[in-house]
């Protein structure tokens, strides 16, 4: 089992950054890969970024070149770097751990609002 505990989401003006943390604990070493995923009203869940546990880093077309995945393993803690926010980042935003056998796990989610 493996938890994981998102912080950092909130009220932004287009145009500013936001910096998400997820914590993660329990069994670790289970972890092939973590990511970020959104879900806006309406919308189905998608993919923004992840990072596999051999370092790849994998992020959707929205958000190249404006969001950086990263994490401190020392921290166990995965965040998620978004700059120069759109109103159509606006979302609740979910921190993935997927497992070797491909078993997801989900956070609480955060929500994510880009607005003047």
């Known amino acids: 089992q493996v938890q994981l505990a998102e912080s950092g989401g909130g009220l932004v003006q287009p145009g500013g950054s936001l910096r998400l943390s997820c914590a993660v604990s329990g069994n670790i070493f289970t972890i092939a890969a973590t990511g970020w995923y959104r879900q806006a009203p309406g919308k189905e869940r998608e993919m923004v970024a992840k990072i596999t546990s051999g370092g790849g880093v994998f992020y959707a077309d929205s958000a190249k070149g404006r969001f950086t995945i990263s994490r401190n393993n020392a921290k166990d803690t995965l965040y998620l770097q978004m700059n120069s926010l759109k109103p159509e980042d606006t979302a609740v935003y979910y921190c993935?751990?997927?497992?070797?056998?491909?078993?997801?796990?989900w956070g609480q989610g955060t929500q994510v609002t880009v607005s003047s």
């Open positions: 993935n751990a997927r497992d070797y056998k491909g078993f997801d796990s």
